[in-house]
């Protein structure tokens, strides 16, 4: 066995490691690392710092994967020296440890430009675990941030600081934010959707000086303006980490020279990852390092043939929201630079969409996508392959109108890379999906770690699962509205993990700060929901009906309608009804079509009192919540009757009211299958059979006639209720804002609904109801504001101080 | 030009809540004032479209939407956003001064409907 030192256990040096033990084993392998933890996905700090993962959530090799290949694991030992001819390194724990081979993967390190203050408390750099943790806990609402450097690295930063409260500036020495990646017209919209994020960018600013004596203060540009900051991300580039292989003796310019067989000037080092040059070039992100990996490997284990020849670069943002893919070479043609190319655009202003491609000699030469990033696959696959795309030029910036969902992955063979991020081939996804079930992309990240890089293969992904997973399921993806790019499903995700309980609070730091009439609302409920009414209500988010709990009419004035559960009243109540009627002059008593009484024409500051008067619950008729249980006589009276629906309309009615769902939930109970409160075109119906219930659900008659699919069918009261609230529960949770049963059941489909619901495991459906009784125990009677109002003037006109008189 | 001495003490600030709207009835108009966190502004508080109460509109950012059929307008300027018709309501000077809120009745404006077309 011959002994292999690995220096650096990054994403490079781990990536190699794994493709040697796939050769024959012949290493004894020692890994140093001067980072305290195992290997982990660099990439994805970016989406801790965005709160969008934990720092457990990114380790790529724990302990036991050393463990298991006998690895001798080397933690927190920094290598400081090498000697090429002895063949030993040296730890900065004065270890000297020997080798036969030495793969040196030491990555590269952020440049910290040549500025006063630098060395003050609150400077950062964003490269590592610590980084992350250490702006983590720095950042928090109400502190000033500064990121020196609007590229990738530095874009990335500023949105994780910004997610994590702190009020952020991007301060960019050149006139466009990414340069490497985007023109001038790309750059221009990346700003303005920065911006709209609550971001300030100021560009072409060279910064001076860091302010403050010991602790960071402000930054000063050269034209000596000054902005003030707590803190500084400085994300002004990365340098290879070369300095050892300057030590070892080896070829060094940028970076560790190495040939297309990976090999450096000396025939027993090798080196991979961000510290080599290859071909003159130093990459700076990870698909060029498992292609390098794959090729060392097998010249390391001496199987020298398979060449490296370079990787075509893409980089893509990842920011939620922000879409922008960026690959090859986009600029056009030029005299000065003898570059002959042309370019194609498409660019739509109001949808923020721009689209460049660079033609050269047929071929496609660099690609810049902002807004829409769904085809940025389509462009890999020609530029690394070369393709000829003269015969596609009418379709350049759209793709082929599908005929055959499963084209594009079939065109491609198993061995190709689909995620370049993490090394995953179409071959590995296919096995996985016949050899592990996966189904859904959430399971294809879970099991090959496909798409959790910079996901810029998620369609690819998609596509694949499309065409080859027997089951798949597609992840529908509805956005609410302008004010927020993203889903109602990352919505209720984010609502979640960043702990976010107000309205202005998701709209400060995922929104565009303002939020519209429809997102106000919307986030309203889910907030809500999410939080089983533990939310911090805001009434301003909430349409003029739920600030006064009553229906706005076409002069004004409101609608009053009190609960009658089950549409069974008494005497006395609607004695008070008719008093209340005559005390107000109401304009109008209208008998409603959900059984109840509806009081129409009330001024808005009379509410508070008719409602005293009236002594009765809210009815909810004005709100996205429980609207009524319509019921028949039943076994009460009726001589078919053979289930008590009263009674049982009631109890559901009593269960389920106060409490607020996607859209009105209406509901009946009928006695019979004669159906004379018209159970079955209702949101939730029960329908009394002999010797059992049938829950039906997802019906409609008002704009949509939709007769309801049967969820269950069982024999007690108790459990046709309980599948009631299964259902109930299971659709305030998984709805979209405004989506009515009757869409919400046809979207998901009655099996999966039973599948999630009346079927689940007993514990799921004891959640289920557990989140229910959680959010009903907060839950209170609307109308009890008139003794408590949220504000002095809910209900109230202002009265001037002092009148002037026309 | 404000007419300086036509300033009239309305209510408290606190008598806003923040980013919502109320009304008030002074000298034959009825005015909606909104409480944007750094300032008030006022508007007249009927839409142009079928009468709806102003006040009683969601805000977004400096643009309220009316309650009825969701047209919105903008609270500096008056004039309808984002509308098909030219359309808009009168804006008075607001202001609050000692956490009082002052509307100045007589300097109300509007703009040229031209100029929204
Ligand atoms: C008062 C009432 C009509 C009546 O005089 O009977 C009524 C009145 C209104 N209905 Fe209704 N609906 C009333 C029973 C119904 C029914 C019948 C029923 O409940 O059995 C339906 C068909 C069933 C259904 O809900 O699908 C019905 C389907 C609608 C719809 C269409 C919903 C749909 O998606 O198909 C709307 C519009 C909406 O919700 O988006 C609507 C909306 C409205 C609104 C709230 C319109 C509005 O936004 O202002 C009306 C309020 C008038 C007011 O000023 O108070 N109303 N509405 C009924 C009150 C019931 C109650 O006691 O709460
Ligand atoms: C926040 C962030 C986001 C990124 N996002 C993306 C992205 O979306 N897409 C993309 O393609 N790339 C991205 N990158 C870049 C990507 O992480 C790097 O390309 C990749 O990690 C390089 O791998 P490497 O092994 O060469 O270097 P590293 O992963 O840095 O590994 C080198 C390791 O060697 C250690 N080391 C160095 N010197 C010594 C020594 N003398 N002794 C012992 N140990 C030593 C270092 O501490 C480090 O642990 C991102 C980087 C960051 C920081
Ligand atoms: S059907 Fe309903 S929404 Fe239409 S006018 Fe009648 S009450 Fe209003
Ligand atoms: S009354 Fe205002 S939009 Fe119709």
Redesign the pocket.
């Known amino acids: 066995m011959q002994r292999l030192v690995v220096v650096g256990n990054g994403m490079a040096g781990m990536a190699c490691v794994e493709q040697i033990l796939k050769h024959a084993p012949k290493f004894e392998i020692t890994i140093f690392g001067n980072e305290t933890h195992t290997n982990y996905n660099r990439i994805l700090l970016s989406a801790v710092l965005a709160g969008e993962k934990s720092l457990d959530d990114v380790t790529l090799h724990p302990i036991d994967w050393y463990r298991e290949k006998g690895i001798a694991l080397r933690l927190g030992v920094g290598i400081v020296d090498v000697d090429a001819c002895a063949k030993n390194v040296t730890g900065d724990d004065g270890s000297v440890t020997g080798f036969d081979k030495l793969l040196l993967a030491t990555g590269s390190s952020p440049v910290i430009p040549q500025i006063a203050g630098v060395n003050n408390d609150g400077v950062f750099t964003f490269r590592n675990m610590e980084d992350a943790r250490a702006l983590l806990e720095r950042s928090r609402p109400g502190i000033k941030a500064v990121v020196i450097g609007g590229g990738l690295l530095g874009l990335e930063a500023a949105r994780g600081l910004q997610v994590q409260g702190c009020d952020v500036t991007v301060v960019h020495l050149m006139d466009t934010l990414m340069e490497r990646q985007l023109d001038t017209a790309g750059g221009t919209y990346l700003i303005r959707k920065m911006e709209r994020l609550g971001m300030r960018v100021l560009l072409h600013r060279r910064t001076r000086t860091i302010l403050g004596e010991g602790r960071v203060e402000g930054v000063e540009f050269d034209d000596g303006d000054r902005i003030p900051a707590d803190l500084v991300v400085i994300a002004a580039g990365i340098r290879p980490n070369a300095e050892l292989g300057r030590r070892a003796g080896l070829t060094v310019n940028r970076g560790i020279v190495v040939n297309d067989y990976m090999e450096t000037s000396h025939p027993d080092v090798f080196a991979v990852g961000e510290c080599v040059e290859h071909r003159h070039v130093c990459y700076g992100l990870v698909a060029p390092l498992f292609e390098q990996g794959k090729v060392l490997a097998a010249t390391i284990t001496g199987n020298r043939g398979p060449v490296y020849e370079g990787t075509v670069e893409a980089a893509k943002l990842k920011i939620m929201g922000v879409d922008v893919f960026s690959a090859g070479d986009f600029r056009e043609a030029s005299p000065d630079d003898g570059i002959e190319a042309e370019a194609v655009r498409y660019e739509d202003s109001a949808l923020e969409i721009y689209k460049k491609v660079v033609l050269a000699g047929g071929k496609l030469r660099g690609v810049i996508l902002v807004g829409d990033t769904s085809d940025s696959h389509r462009y890999m696959d020609w530029l690394r392959n070369g393709v000829d795309v003269t015969r596609k030029r009418r379709r350049l910036l759209f793709p082929e109108p599908v005929e055959d969902a499963g084209f594009d992955v079939a065109q491609m063979s198993d061995s190709e890379t689909i995620c370049g991020c993490l090394g995953v081939s179409k071959g590995d996804i296919i096995q996985a999906i016949h050899t592990r079930g996966v189904n859904t992309m959430a399971q294809l990240k879970e099991s090959t770690r496909a798409s959790t890089g910079c996901g810029s293969c998620t369609n690819l992904c998609e596509q694949l699962l499309r065409a080859v997973a027997p089951e798949f399921q597609e992840e529908t993806k509805t956005t609410l509205c302008a004010c927020f790019p993203f889903s109602y499903e990352q919505l209720r995700e984010i609502l979640l993990s960043q702990k976010l309980k107000s309205v202005q609070e998701v709209l400060n730091v995922y929104g565009n700060r303002k939020g519209c009439e429809v997102c106000k609302p919307a986030l309203s409920y889910m907030l809500d929901m999410v939080w089983c009414g533990e939310h911090e209500e805001d009434r301003s988010a909430r349409f003029i009906n739920d600030r006064v709990h009553a ?1 706005i ?1 076409r002069d004004g004035t409101f ?1 009053v ?1 009190p609960r009658i559960r089950g549409g069974v009243t008494s005497p006395d109540e609607l004695r008070r009804i008719a008093d209340v009627a005559e005390k107000y002059s109401v304009r109008m008593v ?1 008998i ?3 059984q ?1 009484i ?1 009081l ?1 024409g009330v001024k808005k500051s009379d509410l508070p009192k008719i409602w005293a008067d009236l002594g009765m619950p809210s ?1 909810q ?1 004005y709100t996205k919540g429980v ?2 249980v ?1 019921t028949c006589v039943g076994t009460e009276f009726c001589r078919f009757g053979v289930q008590d629906s009263v009674g049982t309309g009631i109890e559901l009615e009593r269960r389920l009211e106060n409490l607020y769902t996607p859209h ?1 939930v ?1 509901m009946g109970a009928v006695g019979c299958p004669r159906n004379c409160a018209e159970a079955t075109v209702k949101d939730i119906g029960l329908v009394g059979q002999e010797g059992s219930w049938q829950v039906v659900v997802g019906g ?5 006639v939709r007769k309801a699919d049967l969820l269950i069918t069982v024999e007690t009261t108790e459990a046709a209720i309980e599948a009631a609230e299964l259902f109930f529960q299971y659709y305030r949770e998984n709805a979209n804002y405004l989506e ?1 049963t009757y869409d919400f059941v046809e979207r998901m489909g009655i099996e999966k609904v039973r599948k999630e619901t009346v079927y689940a495991t007993q514990p799921e459906r004891l959640k289920l109801l557990d989140r229910l009784q959680r959010s009903k125990a907060l839950a209170k009677d609307a109308w009890l504001e008139r003794e408590t109002p949220v504000h002095p003037t809910q209900f109230i006109q202002i009265e001037p101080m002092e009148n002037v008189f026309a | 030009m404000i007419p300086e001495n036509k300033w009239t003490r309305i209510t408290t600030a606190e008598s806003v809540p923040l980013r919502e709207g109320r009304a008030v009835r002074l000298g034959g108009v009825e005015i909606a004032i909104f409480n944007l966190g750094d300032r008030v502004l006022a508007i007249e508080n009927r839409c142009p479209h079928q009468g709806g109460p102003l006040c009683d509109g969601i805000v977004s950012g400096t643009t309220v939407v009316c309650p009825l059929h969701g047209w919105r307008f903008d609270l500096e300027s008056g004039a309808a956003v984002r509308s098909s018709l030219p359309a808009c309501v009168t804006v008075f000077p607001a202001r609050v001064e000692d956490g009082i809120i002052s509307v100045n009745i007589a300097g109300g404006s509007r703009i040229e409907m031209e100029d929204a077309a």
């Open positions: 229906n009419q609608s309608v209208k409603t079509g959900s109840r509806d129409l009815g008729a609207r009524m319509k009105k209406k409609a008659a008002g704009k949509n009515r």
